[in-house]
């Protein structure tokens, strides 16, 4: 699935944007409990300032009838001044008793007792205002102890609140640094790690390299420029490959001109010697003419008609086989062009030890093929044969070339009985430039131009071997006619 740049930068923004909402609900949430905390402290305080002024009043008002109860001198109407005390203390923790329903007996007995003092000012009536009103004073003061502890309860929530949101910002806000720090670096390490790849493959190809592709791990951008790079080594290499099958193929066919032209000159030299030696010996043969060298070694007219007609044919073969043939598909004889390649090609030095075996099937049809690349494919598969057995000493070199038709196709075989190839030289064995043989002896280019041009040609080739047994090539080519055409 394609990923680009933009997709990741849009992706990593909209991760920061939900990461910062994530941590915005949570401080939200942790804020809204704040806010209730602080409004009970808020009502809690007020409670307690209530509580505060409400006992004040009556401590005061106790403190008050205390002092002028046990005086000589009373005031006059001292009772009513009492009781408004007492009154101006129970408005101010009248609003108290719905959240503390223990004082509201206080206050019910402060009445009674404010009502009785107006209505029979006596001593007995006093001390039961200061009685209860005592009483009062230390509910008030165990309510006052309950609130304060209250608000302490309050306040510690409060402050775990307040220390939980900073902690929440400080952790989140470290958390989101290093997380999204770490993955940008990671995304800038690997794209600078990605493009600093490209750059030195890059240069590599230009400079020769053709190895392995660089391995696509990413699917955006960069991916498509991994690709790009890819395509350009394959590119690079198959119009290489191409170039070098072009440039081998040229200097096949100078080579096979060059020679042509000099069997051409040898043999337009030698022509009029050989028929005047052959006339020679067709005379002195007709003259019954015979010599002393003749005893017990025949008619020497016979031994030189013999040996001009081997010249006559060894010309004829390299003029046949060196004559210019058309760069496209013809109809050829596979048996003759078979014949005239390996009789060239045994007056080279390295089948001298050979045995070179033809085996060729006199049934098959002409097949459509371009004649110099066949001889070319040959010629390279003989001389790999001839490679292969060298140094071979415990049995008899040999070299069998044969042909055979078999349905839609006439296959071609050049099989030996030479050293062979392991497995892993065989898998092998039609790359590009790779080679067992010494650098004075071979590129690697033989076998991997065979391919190319048999498969260039819409047929196939096969190899098969095994070590210290030898090596089989099967050329299987197409017949574009029905056989007996």
Same mark, same amino acid.
């Given at each position: 699935?394609?990923?680009?740049?933009?997709?990741?930068?849009?992706?990593?923004?909209?991760?920061?944007?939900?990461?910062?909402?994530?941590?915005?609900?949570?401080?939200?949430?942790?804020?809204?409990?704040?806010?209730?905390?602080?409004?009970?402290?808020?009502?809690?305080? *007020?409670?307690?300032?209530?509580?505060?002024?409400?006992?004040?009043? #009556?401590?005061?008002?106790?403190?008050?009838?205390?002092?002028?109860?046990?005086?000589?001198?009373?005031?006059?109407?001292?009772?009513?001044? #009492? !009781?408004?005390?007492?009154?101006?203390?129970?408005?101010?923790?009248?609003?108290?008793?719905?959240?503390?329903?223990?004082?509201?007996?206080?206050?019910?007995?402060?009445?009674? %007792?404010?009502? +009785?003092?107006?209505?029979?000012?006596?001593?007995?009536?006093?001390?039961?205002?200061?009685?209860?009103?005592?009483?009062?004073?230390?509910?008030?003061? =165990?309510?006052?102890?309950? /609130?304060?502890?209250?608000?302490?309860? $309050?306040?510690?929530?409060?402050?775990?609140?307040?220390?939980?949101?900073?902690?929440?910002?400080?952790?989140?806000?470290?958390?989101? !640094?290093?997380?999204?720090?770490?993955?940008?670096?990671?995304?800038?390490?690997?794209?600078? $790690?990605?493009?600093?790849?490209?750059?030195?493959?890059?240069?590599?190809?230009?400079?020769?390299?053709?190895?392995?592709?660089?391995?696509?791990?990413?699917?955006?951008?960069?991916?498509?420029?991994?690709?790009? /790079?890819?395509?350009?080594?394959?590119?690079?290499?198959?119009?290489? =490959?191409?170039?070098?099958?072009?440039?081998? =193929?040229?200097?096949?066919?100078?080579?096979?001109?060059?020679?042509?032209?000099?069997?051409?000159?040898?043999?337009?030299?030698?022509?009029?010697?050989?028929?005047?030696?052959?006339?020679?010996?067709?005379?002195?043969?007709?003259?019954? +003419?015979?010599?002393?060298?003749?005893? *017990?070694?025949? %008619?020497?007219?016979?031994?030189?008609?013999?040996?001009?007609?081997?010249?006559?044919?060894?010309?004829?073969?390299?003029?046949?086989?060196?004559?210019?043939?058309?760069?496209?598909?013809?109809?050829?004889?596979?048996?003759?062009? /078979?014949?005239?390649?390996?009789?060239?090609?045994?007056?080279?030095?390295?089948?001298?030890?050979?045995?070179?075996?033809?085996?060729?099937?006199?049934? #098959?049809? !002409?097949?459509?093929?371009?004649?110099?690349?066949?001889?070319? /494919?040959?010629?390279?598969?003989?001389?790999?044969?001839?490679?292969?057995?060298?140094?071979?000493?415990?049995?008899?070199?040999?070299?069998?070339?044969?042909?055979?038709?078999?349905? *839609?196709?006439?296959?071609?075989?050049?099989?030996?009985?030479?050293?062979?190839?392991?497995?892993?030289?065989?898998?092998?064995?039609?790359?590009?430039?790779?080679?067992?043989?010494?650098?004075?002896?071979?590129? *690697?280019?033989?076998?991997?131009?065979?391919?190319?041009?048999?498969?260039?040609?819409?047929?196939?080739?096969?190899?098969?071997?095994?070590?210290?047994?030898?090596?089989?090539?099967?050329?299987?080519?197409?017949?574009?006619?029905?056989?007996?055409?």
């Amino acid at each position: 699935m394609r990923f680009t740049l933009r997709a990741k930068g849009i992706s990593a923004f909209l991760a920061l944007v939900a990461y910062v909402g994530l941590v915005g609900v949570l401080l939200s949430h942790e804020q809204t409990k704040l806010m209730y905390y602080s409004m009970e402290l808020e009502k809690v305080y *007020g409670e307690e300032n209530s509580l505060a002024k409400a006992n004040y009043a #009556i401590s005061n008002s106790m403190l008050k009838w205390q002092e002028k109860f046990f005086s000589s001198n009373l005031p006059p109407a001292f009772e009513e001044q #009492i !009781a408004l005390d007492v009154e101006l203390a129970q408005a101010g923790i009248q609003g108290l008793s719905g959240n503390y329903p223990q004082l509201a007996e206080d206050i019910d007995r402060l009445n009674r %007792d404010v009502v +009785r003092l107006r209505a029979e000012p006596s001593h007995s009536s006093m001390i039961s205002l200061r009685d209860h009103g005592r009483e009062l004073n230390e509910h008030l003061d =165990q309510v006052t102890r309950q /609130v304060r502890m209250h608000r302490g309860m $309050w306040w510690d929530r409060y402050r775990d609140v307040y220390d939980s949101i900073a902690v929440i910002a400080v952790i989140m806000g470290l958390l989101g !640094a290093v997380f999204f720090g770490a993955l940008m670096t990671f995304f800038l390490t690997r794209l600078a $790690w990605d493009i600093k790849q490209l750059a030195e493959r890059t240069l590599e190809i230009v400079s020769g390299y053709r190895g392995p592709a660089v391995p696509v791990t990413r699917h955006d951008e960069v991916g498509d420029l991994m690709n790009a /790079v890819n395509r350009m080594q394959s590119e690079l290499r198959h119009r290489e =490959q191409q170039l070098e099958i072009s440039r081998e =193929q040229h200097f096949h066919k100078e080579k096979m001109a060059a020679i042509g032209s000099l069997a051409a000159a040898v043999a337009h030299e030698i022509n009029n010697p050989i028929a005047a030696i052959a006339g020679i010996a067709q005379s002195m043969k007709s003259a019954d +003419r015979h010599s002393p060298l003749g005893e *017990g070694g025949g %008619d020497p007219s016979d031994m030189i008609l013999e040996q001009t007609k081997r010249i006559t044919t060894i010309s004829r073969q390299i003029a046949n086989l060196t004559a210019p043939h058309s760069p496209e598909p013809e109809l050829i004889d596979l048996n003759e062009l /078979v014949r005239n390649t390996c009789g060239f090609i045994g007056y080279d030095k390295r089948f001298r030890k050979i045995e070179l075996v033809l085996d060729l099937d006199s049934q #098959i049809s !002409a097949i459509e093929a371009v004649a110099d690349h066949l001889t070319q /494919v040959l010629m390279n598969l003989l001389i790999n044969a001839a490679d292969a057995l060298e140094g071979i000493a415990d049995r008899n070199p040999t070299i069998c070339v044969a042909t055979h038709a078999v349905p *839609g196709e006439v296959v071609l075989t050049v099989k030996d009985n030479g050293k062979g190839m392991d497995s892993a030289v065989l898998a092998r064995a039609f790359e590009e430039s790779y080679t067992t043989k010494p650098p004075d002896k071979g590129r *690697g280019l033989g076998l991997f131009l065979c391919k190319s041009l048999i498969e260039g040609g819409g047929n196939r080739i096969k190899l098969e071997s095994t070590p210290g047994v030898g090596a089989t090539a099967r050329i299987h080519l197409t017949l574009t006619q029905p056989t007996g055409a």
